[in-house]
Nanobody, 125 residues
Framework: QVQLVESGGGSVQSGGSLRLSCTVY????????MGWFRQAPGKEREWIAS????????YYSDSVKGSRTTSPDNAKNTLYLQMDRLQPEHTAMYYC??????????????????WGQGTQVTVSS
């Protein structure tokens, strides 16, 4: 069974950057459609980005376009999420998710069957 492990979260000041990692264990990363989500306390899980299994198509939420970039490293079986211009309202637990192809535009949490444990991002003003 596929396992996803996120890392790279932490505390950063407003305007700073972080790069999150999602390493896939058990199967090749390229076997799955992948997504990034965040969830702030008391709020629903919110979609950030999706990438299809061969990395050729990437979708971003309108709220993060221009400040978030996801990219795969097939050699490391890892997906990255570069986050720039972070603000306090971006404080949340960040998750990566996976599902089997066909991919399409997967923007709902219910579209994904596999989830990591999450990594906390805290942005202070």
């Amino acid at each position: 069974q596929v396992q996803l492990v996120e890392s790279g979260g932490g505390s950063v000041q407003s305007g700073g950057s972080l790069r999150l990692s999602c390493t896939v264990y058990g199967y090749a990363y390229s076997s799955y459609c992948m997504g990034w989500f965040r969830q702030a306390p008391g709020k629903e899980r919110e979609w950030i980005a999706s990438i299809d299994s061969d990395g050729s198509t990437i979708y971003y939420s309108d709220s993060v376009k221009g400040s978030r970039t996801t990219s795969p490293d097939n050699a490391k079986n890892t997906l990255y999420l570069q986050m720039d211009r972070l603000q306090p309202e971006h404080t949340a637990m960040y998750y990566c998710a996976a599902d089997s192809p066909p991919c399409g535009v997967l923007i709902r949490a219910s579209d994904y069957n596999y989830w990591g444990q999450g990594t906390q991002v805290t942005v202070s003003s």
